[in-house]
Nanobody, 123 residues
Framework: QVQLVESGGGSVQPGESLILSCARSGDTNSPNWMGWFRQAPGKEREGVAALFVRRGSTVYADSVKGRFIMSQDNEKKTVYLQMNGLKPEDTGMYYC????????????????WGQGTQVTVSS
């Protein structure tokens, strides 16, 4: 059973940065894709970024493009989300996901999910 554990969330002021981590365990093969989603109170979960594990190539939601960077450390089975220039609208619970079939921004396309880590951006 694949387990995903997120960490690194916290409360920051607008303009500051955070790095989220997602550690993966319990799998014998690497997933094809890893992803980050977020969910603000009262809103649907939305895709933030995804990474094609074999090549390390990435895709981003327009709302975070140029501010967020997703990366991986295959030896540690960990993916990261570097979040720069944080805005209040980035507030939400951030979830890690693994193994994707379909459209990356579709939550139904992902097989495995973590429990999430909270990010709050407020002055």
């Amino acid at each position: 059973q694949v387990q995903l554990v997120e960490s690194g969330g916290g409360s920051v002021q607008p303009g500051e940065s955070l790095i989220l981590s997602c550690a993966r365990s319990g799998d014998t093969n690497s997933p094809n894709w890893m992803g980050w989603f977020r969910q603000a109170p009262g809103k649907e979960r939305e895709g933030v970024a995804a990474l094609f594990v074999r090549r390390g190539s990435t895709v981003y939601a327009d709302s975070v493009k140029g501010r967020f960077i997703m990366s991986q450390d295959n030896e540690k089975k960990t993916v990261y989300l570097q979040m720069n220039g944080l805005k209040p609208e980035d507030t939400g619970m951030y979830y890690c996901a693994a193994e994707m079939r379909g459209v990356w921004s579709n939550i139904g396309a992902w097989r495995n999910w973590g429990q999430g880590t909270q990010v709050t951006v407020s002055s």
